[in-house]
Nanobody, 121 residues
């Protein structure tokens, strides 16, 4: 059972990136999922989560209106579209999944390895 996060990289302030979280080994199509990030010297924070059916989503105040979470059930993949990036968005981004309905920002059992996003000023 694996979650593979990808899509990170170096981008200038104001730019965009789309992160992907691909599941393998089992389907997570009936699991709520979430995106977290951890900046250097800071605790990991939940920035967005989506319900198992994709109908409900939540966002941290810091990203609401700039980031959009979605999922593709055909490809067993979750996405995070990130727009209007700022240097404060620089962090390692992680995806996660857990049983339940959701969306949730805690209690996750399955974690991806993280992908680094660096936003230059």
């Amino acid at each position: 059972v694996q979650l593979q996060a990808s899509g990170g990289g170096l981008v200038q302030a104001g730019g965009s990136l789309r992160l992907s979280c691909a599941a393998s080994g089992r389907t997570f199509n009936n699991f709520p999922m979430g995106w977290f990030r951890q900046a250097p010297g800071k605790e990991r924070e939940c920035i967005s989560a989506i319900s198992w059916n994709g109908i409900s989503a939540i966002y941290a105040d810091s990203v609401r209106g700039r980031f959009a979470i979605s999922r593709d059930y055909t490809n067993n993949t979750m996405y995070l579209q990130m727009n209007s990036l700022t240097p404060e968005d620089t962090a390692v981004y992680y995806c996660a999944a857990r049983p339940g309905g959701g969306p949730y920002c805690r209690g996750y059992d399955y974690w991806g390895q993280g992908t680094l996003v660096t936003v230059s000023s």
